[in-house]
């Protein structure tokens, strides 16, 4: 997963109502309701059968790093799916996002321009019709690449090209992220 891609899921996970389960028993019960079962949750994370059921009881409780880590990103997957998806909405259709990032960003222009990629730091609103692309394909699975070519063009037309009032012809690359987060 790219740094873009789990920016729009930490922004949606900031409107949470409840905080995940914190002990590996309830995180575990909590999959095997959600996938109906324990042997697709020991599929899913790669462990056997009866690790899960032991999990389950509360015979075995501090699993090590890597099994904790795989189940916490399950879990947070699955978690207020109803919350998830109305804060996509609310953004996507009223809201929109704040993205705030520093990278690279290069031009292609009228000649005589200054093209040249350069590390600039911008925070920038972006209306909801970014903001629903962008959740959009995410949820078909698209490449980093596509969303931040969704961001590039946003930003394009919001930051540089000031919603059309200047630099008609600009195009705008969006490489090199050094950090981005996104706000609903």
Same mark, same amino acid.
Do not use: N
């Given at each position: ?7 729009? @899921?930490k ?7 409840? !905080?995940i ?10 999959l ?7 042997r ?22 501090? !699993?090590?790093? !890597? ?37 690279r ?10 093209? @040249? ?10 209306? !909801? ?6 959740? @959009?394909?995410?949820?078909?699975g698209?490449a ?17 090209? @000031? ?22």
């Amino acid at each position: 997963m790219g740094k873009l891609a789990e920016s729009l @899921d930490k922004a949606v996970e900031g409107s949470f109502t409840r !905080p995940i389960p914190k002990s590996a028993g309830t995180r575990m019960r909590y999959l095997v309701r959600q996938l109906k079962g324990t042997r697709p949750v020991a599929d899913l994370l790669g462990i056997s059968q009866r690790t899960v059921e032991r999990y389950v009881k509360d015979q075995l409780k501090r !699993p090590r790093k !890597p099994l904790a880590t795989r189940m916490e990103r399950e879990v947070r997957k699955r978690w207020q799916p109803q919350v998830r998806a109305r804060a996509k909405k609310q953004a996507a259709t009223t809201g929109g996002i704040v993205l705030d990032t520093r990278a690279r960003f290069g031009f292609t222009a009228a000649p005589g321009t200054t093209d @040249d990629a350069r590390l600039r730091h911008i925070t920038q609103a972006l209306p !909801p019709r970014y903001a629903a692309r962008l959740f @959009d394909a995410q949820e078909e699975g698209a490449a980093e690449q596509r969303l931040r070519d969704i961001a590039a063009e946003g930003l394009q037309e919001i930051y540089f090209k @000031d919603r059309g009032r200047r630099a008609q012809g600009l195009l705008v690359e969006f490489t090199d992220i050094d950090y981005i987060e996104i706000d609903l």
